[in-house]
């Protein structure tokens, strides 16, 4: 636990959820923005339980001192044990009242602990008359560094809750372990064992029906945002070099939210703002302790010798115009666009917002807006 204790002591973790955020960019930009004019839409704040990665955690002796406490996100304690506090809040499964949407949760590997929720559109909750129509296969990867937030906290579920009905599609919220206790490439490998056991659907023989017969698995896609859309993008570079997905399952594109990407040489404004470069690569090594560093192909693409492998034929990249890692997700373009890929790939950039907005702001402008367009990419499938 010390080393863990040790890789972490220059991390400064904001007291805002907008780990990213900066100054809005003095350049001018012809990327499609989402809104003209500020937004005047308040911010919701979600009560958040506090709970502890080991299940005696009630029983801690109250001598447990605390050795790094990174409030409002976790702490760390010098027995070793971890107690998290972003999105450690659980909101059961249901109907939702206002959309319809239904959701379930399901365990994908007993051996792991590896879940998923999974939800479906009103349209096509079972007990209708007539068999509704098999709709797209959404695999949504969450965010929040590899350390915090689950599928069931509020912000995930309201976040894909509303996803579901807005694009009228099946989708399948991941949880994957988290680091320090599981670090990095956990995450990425547990990611992919969800993929696989929902592709395994596909014949309408697995075990959720759901998944059987509401379907369908010739228009799949991966979303996330954050880490989640670094997940998404690598759940893609294992289809393409797996030569697609199984079964007849086909993998149609990505959406990729604010993707947490990052380099060992700056790009665009990250030069303005060196101490929080210092915290994204301090957050990386604190979840890959034994990364290479910042140019490792897991969080830099551009290093990556696979990238023109990605195995899907569309791509939409969200940007946030005063996120950190906007830069990212635009040289991201730059890379794909340059290498033996072949797609299509497009940017759409958020005028005054911060880092993953759509989660604490889902109703402003900029979210809504954001929203459509991911709808409308799967829709043109």
């Given at each position: 636990?010390?080393?863990?204790?040790?890789?972490?002591?220059?991390l400064?973790?904001?007291?805002?959820?907008h780990?990213?955020?900066?100054?809005?960019?003095?350049?001018?930009?012809?990327?499609?923005?989402?809104?003209?004019?500020?937004?005047?839409?308040?911010?919701?704040?979600t009560?958040?339980?506090c709970?502890s990665?080991?299940?005696?955690?009630?029983?801690?002796?109250?001598?447990?001192?605390?050795?790094?406490?990174?409030?409002?996100?976790l702490?760390?304690?010098?027995?070793?044990?971890?107690?998290?506090?972003?999105?450690?809040?659980?909101?059961?499964?249901s109907i939702?009242?206002?959309?319809?949407?239904?959701?379930k949760?399901?365990v994908?590997?007993?051996?792991?602990?590896?879940?998923?929720r999974?939800?479906?559109?009103?349209?096509?909750?079972?007990?209708?008359?007539?068999?509704?129509k098999?709709?797209?296969l959404?695999?949504?990867?969450?965010?929040?560094?590899?350390?915090?937030?689950?599928?069931?906290?509020?912000?995930?579920?309201?976040?894909?809750?509303?996803l579901?009905?807005?694009?009228?599609?099946?989708?399948?919220?991941?949880?994957?372990?988290?680091?320090?206790?599981?670090?990095?490439?956990?995450a990425?490998?547990?990611?992919?064992?969800?993929v696989?056991?929902?592709?395994?659907h596909?014949?309408?023989?697995?075990?959720?029906?759901?998944?059987?017969?509401?379907?369908?698995?010739?228009?799949?896609?991966?979303?996330?945002?954050?880490a989640?859309?670094?997940?998404?993008?690598?759940?893609?570079?294992?289809?393409?070099?797996?030569?697609?997905?199984?079964?007849?399952?086909?993998?149609?594109?990505?959406?990729?939210i604010?993707?947490?990407?990052?380099?060992?040489?700056?790009?665009?404004?990250?030069v303005?703002?060196?101490?929080?470069?210092?915290?994204?690569?301090?957050?990386?090594?604190?979840v890959?302790?034994?990364?290479?560093?910042?140019?490792?192909?897991?969080?830099?693409?551009?290093?990556?010798?696979?990238l023109?492998?990605?195995?899907?034929?569309?791509?939409?990249?969200?940007v946030?115009?005063?996120?950190?890692?906007?830069?990212?997700?635009?040289?991201?373009?730059?890379?794909?666009?340059?290498?033996?890929?072949?797609?299509?790939?497009?940017?759409v950039?958020a005028?005054?917002?911060?880092?993953?907005?759509?989660?604490?702001?889902?109703t402003?402008?900029n979210?809504?807006?954001?929203?459509?367009?991911?709808?409308s990419f799967?829709?043109q499938?």
């Open positions: 636990m010390s080393s863990i204790i040790n890789s972490i002591q220059t400064q973790f904001s007291t805002s959820l780990f990213f955020s900066s100054t809005p960019s003095s350049s001018s930009s012809s990327l499609p923005k989402l809104r003209l004019k500020p937004s005047t839409t308040t911010t919701t704040t009560k958040l339980f709970i990665s080991t299940p005696d955690a009630m029983a801690a002796p109250t001598t447990d001192e605390v050795a790094r406490d990174f409030f409002p996100f702490r760390i304690y010098k027995s070793g044990r971890i107690e998290r506090i972003a999105g450690a809040d659980v909101v059961p499964p939702d009242p206002k959309t319809g949407v239904e959701s949760d399901v994908i590997s007993p051996e792991t602990g590896v879940k998923a999974l939800y479906v559109p009103n349209s096509s909750v079972a007990g209708q008359s007539q068999s509704p098999k709709l797209p959404v695999v949504y990867f969450h965010g929040g560094g590899f350390c915090v937030e689950t599928p069931f906290c509020a912000k995930y579920h309201n976040a894909v809750n509303t579901v009905a807005e694009a009228n599609v099946v989708a399948v919220s991941v949880d994957y372990r988290l680091a320090p206790e599981n670090p990095i490439p956990i990425y490998d547990d990611s992919w064992d969800a696989k056991w929902v592709v395994s596909s014949e309408g023989t697995g075990p959720e029906e759901w998944l059987n017969s509401r379907a369908d698995h010739e228009r799949v896609f991966f979303a996330g945002d954050s989640g859309a670094n997940i998404a993008h690598h759940m893609a570079i294992r289809v393409g070099l797996e030569g697609g997905l199984s079964n007849g399952s086909k993998l149609l594109g990505i959406a990729l604010h993707p947490y990407f990052w380099g060992a040489e700056p790009i665009g404004n990250e303005k703002f060196p101490e929080k470069g210092k915290w994204a690569e301090g957050i990386w090594r604190f890959s302790p034994t990364t290479t560093g910042v140019d490792d192909p897991y969080i830099n693409p551009g290093k990556d010798s696979n023109g492998k990605l195995g899907c034929e569309r791509v939409l990249i969200c946030a115009e005063n996120d950190l890692l906007r830069d990212r997700g635009l040289y991201y373009k730059e890379i794909l666009e340059k290498s033996d890929w072949v797609g299509r790939v497009e940017v950039e005028a005054g917002d911060e880092h993953v907005f759509h989660l604490t702001k889902p402003c402008e979210a809504v807006a954001m929203l459509k367009k991911i709808s799967v829709e499938s």
